[in-house]
């Protein structure tokens, strides 16, 4: 039943039209709706770790929901226009392997990772449709991600590094946290990016109190409290 609903999910999403509670409802057997709502979050935890969108209810009149990129990605997370599936997961795995390799990953690390997904820079994916074009000139473009030459390499090598708009848009946190989510662990378990994580956050925190006019700032010697860690987990080509 979660897998149905997850494909149920998916296309709603591919076919750009909401979801609605009641045709949910409908393909999954009478005898499982009481445990509707374990089955819907287990297929959106799942849809959130291999896409990173969350499903957010919109209308809790009409029980309607949508599945929302984490980051601002073009057209709701699919980058190219009409339909698709988002590519938002591919970005946030490629920013999280920068993170955990301290910021700035070797091109044929990234891609070792990837290969282990079952993505490869020279083969068409069904979801990321050509996923080197995508990750070292469509999110390079768009400021995502920044992709240059290691200084005087010979024969040529290259590197990523986060680009403006993923500082802007996302937090070393959120990363960890959907890193984490991949590997079916919690953020705490990668100690030393949880703890520059937690720096990290402290910093924007006090960037946002620094931004609000007539308040004291909290000095380093005072930091504020941080946050909890999060909890064990209980278990293009287009359609």
């Known amino acids: 039943m979660t897998s149905l609903l997850e494909q149920f999910l998916l296309c709603k999403y591919n076919m750009k039209q909401p979801i609605m509670k009641e045709d949910m409802l409908k393909i999954i057997h009478p005898r499982y709706h009481d445990r509707f709502a374990e089955i819907l979050k287990r297929a959106s935890e799942h849809i959130e770790a291999v896409f990173a969108v969350d499903l957010k209810e919109v209308d809790s009149t009409i029980h309607s929901y949508d599945l929302v990129s984490k980051l601002n990605l073009p057209s709701y997370g699919r980058v190219w226009v009409g339909r698709g599936l988002p590519k938002t997961g591919l970005l946030m795995t490629v920013l999280g392997v920068m993170f955990v390799k301290g910021g700035c990953a070797a091109e044929e690390d990234i891609w070792k990772f990837l290969n282990m997904m079952r993505v490869y820079a020279w083969r068409k994916h069904f979801i990321y449709r050509e996923p080197r074009k995508l990750s070292t000139r469509d999110l390079v473009t768009m400021k995502y991600l920044e992709y240059r030459q290691v200084a005087h390499s010979d024969p040529p090598r290259y590197e990523f590094l986060w680009g403006p708009r993923a500082h802007a ?18 953020p705490s378990a990668f100690s030393i990016q949880y703890e520059e994580a937690l720096q990290d956050e402290e910093e924007r925190a006090r960037a946002t109190v620094l931004a609000r006019p007539g308040t004291t700032v909290p000095s380093r010697h005072d930091p504020l409290p941080r946050p909890a860690a999060s909890p064990t987990p209980t278990e293009d080509e287009e359609f």
């Open 169 to 186: 848009e996302t937090s070393k946190m959120k990363v960890l946290e959907f890193l984490a989510k991949v590997n079916d662990t919690v």
